[in-house]
């Protein structure tokens, strides 16, 4: 649940804007003759296997979108209201807030915990948003529950109770969520903008809602009107996507959702703009950013491009602002030195107008110049005027990229997202035939961009600066809007200070107003330096489906296998498409064997990011794309995009090229790639929110190697003074380190292809010949039995952040007890039985535990916003975890999980929910592949980890349907719980707490005892799955904690070393000695 700025769905504005109108009509895709020949019909291309029916139901005139693919493993639903924060009246934050609420029960299904839990219980998740103008509520869950799903979900609009007990809870869960929000800078900047806009209009208002905004006598009575006035079958749009026949999800959508009430109710209308000229523009607002990095951010407010969705104007502006090729934007802000980055975006697609930004990330140097700076924006909007007459080739070459990637459609990853999405397009888009925006169906009207473009001018113009360096000096908490141009007039960007605090997000800044002396350079600039980009480079053509054998193979072949190089290879039965996939890693751990080399692995990364930028860019237009991910195992590659063989190759060719050519490279691009990672590196502390903080500090705790941001930091400006030495002789030493090299090709091609592209890979990557030898796996400490809480301390990273944040997790061990690096090439291993009942048993205990966590910890305890709790993994060690962020000290919440963790092996008694959760865990186990990418995922991960196992999925079934409810409550006693834990039966239990609150650091309870003051020391003593065990020996009791030391690292040490010491004076009254030295 969440309040959603529109600049959050700027993706999926490009895709699906469009226009609102008043529907009519019913439509049905059932026939497949004229593609697009019936506008109340769906046009989808011959190649989609789902089925659509747009219907309205008799006698509340809601409109539906059924979707019918009976292969889906997962269904979904979504309900999309015409009412958002636009219409919050006087009381800030209330259709957020009515969104919270709505899930406080219903007449149907009272225990507001039902809805989420069925979902939970059954594979699958809610979730809901709040936006300007609208309210989307969605779910997903095992297809075969859709039905039961939907009985809980239709009341929502029927019969809500909007409980008066739960109504100071969910308050405080709206500030909660606002209190995360205050570390994303997202919110700040966005906030900004509503600050500086016109008062009377909604826009300006604060959305989410908090405390002070929410906390009145009548808030409930208020809720309860909104809705009644609100939430009408006439404003609203629901899809719902099944493996049912259409015939039998309209009779479930009718029998279920007739009851909604239709008032008729007006659709919202909210007349004037929120940046009128004069009063509301060229203003200028510099502003301490969260970050470090400097950026400027100019916007514009135009007409509404909702009515243009079959213009796409969005979709080409955005790829002219964003293609970064000869003659670009973006590639002269960064060619001058000026910027490490820029973007165009959508900041707000409302009904009565848009907001468009272009935001530059600034160097230095971009600040001294940020007057030359924006005069290049203007230069290039001066390019495309004058070339207005020739965007109609440019239309015409995004229409030709978009027939293919319509035409040849993958099934989606995640249907909650997309039913949402679809729920919200329908909103605005009057016509069926438009629901998937076919091509067929688009407009070259150059009108319409000539009046947007011209819209874009100095005079109609926000700017909003971002100086991390400028101070404070308040003297003024807020500022009267519209601004008195005549005193705070400025022909420059100098300031002195801020002198204000927007006073929701606390940011600090200072507003003027652009002088028509500041202005005149913007308005006379030229477009001498840009042209329009060629887009068309990797289009591919040959999209012939090869026929499969008659008897295709239905998992890898390993078709290519000399020792060090090996090539696996399956043409895809299923999905039948002109696509394919290449997955490639090269072996060696020299990338992260070192912080240097971790730092210079890291540097690389963003160095292939900026060389080889257009051809990524060029790529995706036409459908293709490149990850490249270097990792202590080795360099991942994974190439995707249509079979055409000859585009294909080039684009893998062109990519390969710009990553391998670092010996040439231009001084240029690695001082780019540089400044932007030291940017991104710096910029951490600051942007990063305490939850996603402990997460990699827990494995940093626990996997070795791991760097940490900071050692990384300070390795990368250590490097600096050499850099382009550094990165050829790190670049030269990984290409001569490759000991193998693997790859998997998959999808609409032969087998010679195959070998073909995985040589290509080959000779680009390898300099002259593979290494001997074998590349060791990340190890992962394990915990030792006795030890129960273990676990760091330390102080979030932004000490603006009012949160902190604890990780908690329960070690349970290995998913399969093997040496992945020393079993036969190309045999499936096999597992030991026992690994795999503990992995079948944590997915079960998974299911189990989410939503009853999530309940117990956020909803009615509310420890904070950020809850959750599942099966996670570090490396091949898998877990039970905790997370929890919010204002409490975690000493509080590590109480509440344990006291939580004690009450649910109440739940684990209980047979019903055994069953329930086992069946769900099944029902997955029995999913089909969503698409061609998740088969290759899965498939890949069982060559990369040399286990071979193509039936691992049906061998977890085998022992699925065998474990019993006497072996879950078992595994629960041995691993998490058990009430007869003395100190030889502590659970493995490890955690790491980020404080907002320094206090706590100094904080002492009797509980909570167990805390690492050395990170070093801990990881160099411990013991480590996969090497040999040693056998320990308890010296003296009572002990505080057990530390296991290895008699080889105590006899490299004087008894005055600083480790020594640190072990002497932490525990003085516990001593264990290792019997064995013996590293595995």
């Known amino acids: 649940m969440g309040s959603c700025p529109n600049f959050f769905k700027f993706l999926f504005s490009i895709m699906l ?84 609420l709505l899930f406080l029960g219903t007449k149907a299904f009272p225990d507001e915990a039902e809805y989420s839990s069925f979902l939970t ?179 514009w407010q135009t007409q509404p491009v909702q009515k243009w969705y079959r213009e796409r104007i969005i979709r080409v502006l955005s790829i002219l602002f964003n293609t970064e090729t000869e003659g670009s934007l973006g590639l002269h802000v960064k060619a001058m030195g000026w910027a490490t980055g820029s973007s165009f975006s959508v900041e707000e697609d409302a009904d009565t107008f848009s907001l468009f930004s272009f935001n530059v990330d600034l160097t230095a140097k971009g600040c001294d110049n940020l007057v030359d700076v924006i005069a290049s924006v203007y230069g290039y909007v001066a390019m495309l005027k004058d070339n207005i007459a020739k965007l109609g080739a440019i239309w015409s070459d995004v229409k030709e990229l978009d027939t293919a990637s319509f035409n040849h459609v993958e099934l989606p990853s995640n249907v909650a997202s997309f039913v949402s999405d679809m729920a919200s397009l329908m909103r605005t888009v009057d016509k069926p035939v438009d629901f998937l925006s076919p091509p067929e169906r688009y407009i070259r009207n150059i009108s319409d961009f000539k009046e947007i473009v011209e819209s874009f001018t100095p005079q109609n113009a926000n700017i909003l600066y971002a100086n991390p360096n400028l101070a404070s000096n308040i003297t003024n908490k807020s500022v009267e809007f519209p601004l008195d141009c005549a005193a705070l007039s400025t022909d420059n960007f100098t300031f002195d200070a801020f002198h204000h605090i927007e006073p929701y997000f606390s940011t600090p800044y200072s507003a003027y107003c652009a002088s028509s002396k500041l202005q005149e350079p913007w308005t006379s600039a030229k477009g001498k330096d840009f042209m329009l980009p060629k887009l068309t480079k990797y289009l591919p053509t040959n999209l012939t489906v090869l026929p499969l054998p008659s008897d295709p193979p239905t998992e890898p072949q390993l078709i290519v296998h000399d020792n060090n190089f090996s090539v696996w290879w399956m043409q895809d ?34 160095y292939v990011d900026v060389a080889a930028y257009s051809v990524i860019q060029l790529g995706a237009l036409g459908g293709y794309g490149v990850s490249l991910i270097p990792s ?35 001084e240029g691009l690695l001082e780019l790639a540089y400044k932007q990672a030291l940017s991104d590196l710096q910029n951490y502390n600051f942007s990063t929110v305490p939850y996603k903080y402990v997460i990699p500090l827990a494995k940093h705790m626990l996997a070795d190697p791991h760097y940490m941001n900071q050692e990384v930091l300070e390795e990368v400006q250590r490097l600096n003074d050499s850099l382009k030495e550094n990165m050829n002789s790190f670049i030269d030493m990984f290409r001569s380190s490759i000991s193998n090299l693997t790859c998997y090709a998959t999808g609409n091609l032969k087998q010679e292809t195959a070998v073909d592209y995985s040589q290509i890979v080959q000779k680009s990557l390898i300099k002259d010949r593979f290494v001997d030898g074998s590349v060791e796996s990340t190890r992962v400490v394990k915990l030792p039995t006795g030890i ?37 090439y190309g045999r499936p291993v096999v597992c030991a039985n026992e690994a795999l009942r503990r992995h079948v048993l944590l997915g079960v205990l998974n299911l189990a535990i989410k939503q ?90 069982r060559i990369i980890s040399r286990r071979f196992q193509f039936n691992f999925t049906d061998i977890l079934k085998n022992v699925a349907e065998e474990i019993t409810h006497d072996d879950f409550k078992a595994f629960y006693h041995q691993f998490i719980y058990s009430a007869e834990q003395d100190v030889f039966n502590l659970k493995k239990q490890f955690f790491v707490a980020a404080f907002a609150n320094k206090a706590f650091l100094n904080f002492t309870d009797s509980k909570h005892e167990y805390k690492l003051d050395d990170v070093q020391l801990f990881r160099e003593s411990a013991d480590y799955w996969g090497s040999e065990v040693c056998t320990y020996t308890y010296v003296t009791f009572p ?15 004087s008894f005055s070393s600083y480790a020594m010491k640190s072990l002497i004076y932490h525990f003085p009254t516990c001593y264990v000695f290792c019997k064995k030295a013996y590293r595995g």
């Open 632 to 666: 202590f195992e080795g360099l991942y590659l994974q190439f995707t995009g249509y079979s055409d063989g000859q585009v294909f190759k080039n684009f893998m060719q062109d990519f390969l090229n710009e990553i391998t050519k670092v010996a040439n490279a231009q």
């Open 121 to 299: 219980s059954n594979g699958g998740y809610d979730n809901a948003y709040t936006s300007s103008e609208n309210t989307n509520y969605y779910f997903s869950v095992n297809s075969d529950k859709l039905e039961g799903a939907l009985d809980r979900f239709a009341p929502f609009f029927i019969s809500p109770l909007f409980k008066e007990s739960g109504v100071s809870r969910e308050l405080n869960a709206v500030d909660l969520e606002y209190q995360k929000d205050k570390g994303l800078g997202g919110w700040h900047v966005y906030q900004l903008m509503k600050t500086i806009s016109n008062p009377d209009h909604p826009f300006h208002n604060f959305s989410i809602g908090s405390k002070e905004s929410l906390n009145i006598s009548d808030i409930r009575d208020k809720v309860v009107h909104y809705y009644d006035s609100h939430y009408s079958a006439n404003l609203m749009q629901l899809v719902v996507y099944g493996r049912e026949n259409l015939d039998q999800l309209e009779m479930m959508v009718r029998d279920k959702f007739s009851p909604i009430v239709n008032n008729d109710t007006k659709a919202p209308f909210f007349p004037g703009t929120p940046f009128m000229a004069p009063h509301y523009t060229g203003q200028i607002v510099v502003y301490k950013p969260l970050s470090i990095t400097p950026s400027v951010l100019i916007f």
């Open 17 to 100: 804007l469009c226009v609102v109108s008043k529907f009519q009509a019913i439509s049905s895709k059932e026939d497949e003759t004229g593609l697009c020949q019936d506008v109340q019909k769906v046009c989808s291309p011959p190649s989609d296997p789902r089925q659509y029916r747009v219907i309205h139901l008799t006698n509340n005139t809601l409109r539906v979108l059924l979707i019918s693919n009976n292969e889906t493993s997962k269904a979904a639903a979504a309900m999309d209201v015409y009412s958002g924060s636009f219409s919050d009246g006087e009381v800030e934050g209330l259709a957020h807030f009515c969104e919270h």
């Open 788 to 824: 129960g809480e273990l676990g760091l301390l330390t102080h979030t990273l932004n000490e603006g952040d009012p949160n902190s944040a604890l990780f908690v997790l329960y070690e349970i061990g290995p998913l399969c007890d093997v040496n992945k690096r020393t079993s036969d």
């Open 852 to 941: 009853a966590c999530f309940d117990e910890l956020r909803t009615k305890q509310q420890l904070g916003y950020v809850v959750s709790c599942g099966s996670t993994a570090i490396e091949n060690i898998e877990n039970l975890y905790f997370l929890v962020q919010g204002e409490h000290s975690p000493y509080e919440v590590a109480d509440r999980i344990s006291g939580f963790v004690a009450n649910f092996s109440e739940n684990v008694a209980e047979e019903k929910t055994f069953n329930q959760s086992k069946n769900a865990y099944l029902t997955i186990l029995q999913s089909n592949y969503k698409n061609l990418q998740d088969q290759a995922n899965i498939m890949w991960g």
């Open 573 to 606: 039965p299923d999905f039948r498409l002109p696509n394919l996939i290449l997955k490639c890693e090269a072996e060696t751990n020299k990338l992260f064997d070192s912080v240097t080399h971790a730092a210079l692995a890291t540097l690389y990364d963003y």
């Open 1039 to 1053: 002990c505080d904690i057990v530390i296991y030391v290895h008699t080889s690292y105590i006899a490299s040490l």
